[in-house]
């Protein structure tokens, strides 16, 4: 049975919030929750930048929720202090976390001003660092000399079990590329064909554990609410790799994003004021064969959602 999950966007709403949104998505029945990891939002309109990790420790001590984090480890991150994070976390809290590992964003990791390298080199040091950060909870004392450099490390504080490491994909090449050392799979939502490609790809090339989606959505009373609510926030989000990739400052993305059209944001994000068009939509991703979907209400306030989904959607996907 597909589990459906909350999702916590720290670009788009101030931590304190977030937290108050996560056990309300609790208390309103959704199974799991995610968050994003940002240094920088996409768009000045969104305007927050809380840092996940503080939020997580508080996120899983004021719920009983399963979490997930979407994580570049490479770069603004060393591996061995990303292994310890996962570490810690997952010792608290035991079996209720994991790690989606991707390659990342120059908005995020421009910051340490060492250049951004090419997609190849990103995918070698993501390659590196998961198995830096798997043999760091293994409990090994880890050196490493290549893309990331580790110096005699270990953990002291590790999980009596180690929490999966999942990769993140936005295309069917990496989806496949994941299956080799991934413990799972999670992907955004996009045309139905393509995501059956990317299960499909995951799967054949011998992939392990859950297949998960963040789709974005916006809801609201009306229509037209609903699709302001879309393009007023999310129109930044719209373009493909490597335009979202390589852009640095959210000056550069809303430059890019002034004339976006908002059909073109129907492309990107699930909007309808019909609940029942959402719940609809949300069976079709499971059909896909998706085992966890996480909802992303795109808007910056959340409790009018929760309720709405708790209450109408949820129920309906039984």
């Not at 920088?40 to 309109?45: E, F, L, T, V």
């Not at 009983?64 to 976390?89: K, S």
């Not at 068009?277 to 949300?282: G, I, N, P, S, V």
Request: glycine share 8%; hydrophobic share 45%.
């Amino acid at each position: 049975m597909t589990v459906y999950g909350w999702h916590a966007s720290h670009e788009q709403v101030h931590p304190r919030a977030l937290l108050d949104a996560a056990v309300a998505a609790q208390d309103a029945g959704f199974g799991a929750a995610m968050c994003s990891d940002h240094f920088s939002p996409w768009s000045a309109r969104q305007g927050q930048s809380g840092f996940a990790w503080s939020w997580l420790g508080a996120a899983l001590q004021a719920t009983d929720l399963q979490f997930g984090v979407v994580n570049a480890p490479g770069q603004r991150y060393h591996p061995a202090i990303i292994a310890q994070a996962i570490g810690t976390l997952a010792a608290m809290y035991p079996r209720r976390f994991w790690t989606a590992l991707g390659t990342g964003e120059a908005s995020n990791e421009h910051i340490t001003g060492g250049g951004w390298p090419r997609k190849d080199l990103r995918a070698a040091r993501l390659r590196e660092c998961v198995d830096v950060i798997r043999a760091l909870l293994a409990g090994d004392e880890v050196s490493h000399d290549g893309l990331v450099t580790v110096d005699r490390a270990r953990l002291w504080t590790r999980p009596a079990e180690p929490p999966a490491l999942v990769g993140a994909a936005v295309s069917v090449e990496t989806a496949k590329w994941c299956a080799d050392w991934a413990d799972g799979l999670i992907t955004v939502n996009a045309p139905h064909e393509h995501l059956r490609r990317m299960v499909a790809a995951y799967r054949d090339a011998g992939g392990r554990g859950p297949v998960c989606l963040q789709t974005h959505l916006s809801w609201a009373g009306s229509d037209d609410e609903a699709e302001r609510i879309a393009y007023e926030q999310w129109r930044s989000n719209v373009f493909p790799p490597p335009v979202c990739w390589d852009l640095e400052l959210t000056d550069h993305f809303d430059a890019v994003s002034e004339d976006v059209p908002r059909e073109r944001v129907a492309r990107t994000v699930d909007i309808s004021a019909d609940l029942g068009w959402h719940a609809a939509r949300l069976r079709s991703y499971a059909e896909i064969g998706f085992d966890r979907i996480y909802l992303h209400h795109v808007g910056q306030e959340q409790s009018a959602f929760i309720d709405a989904f708790g209450a109408k959607v949820l129920p309906q996907l039984d």
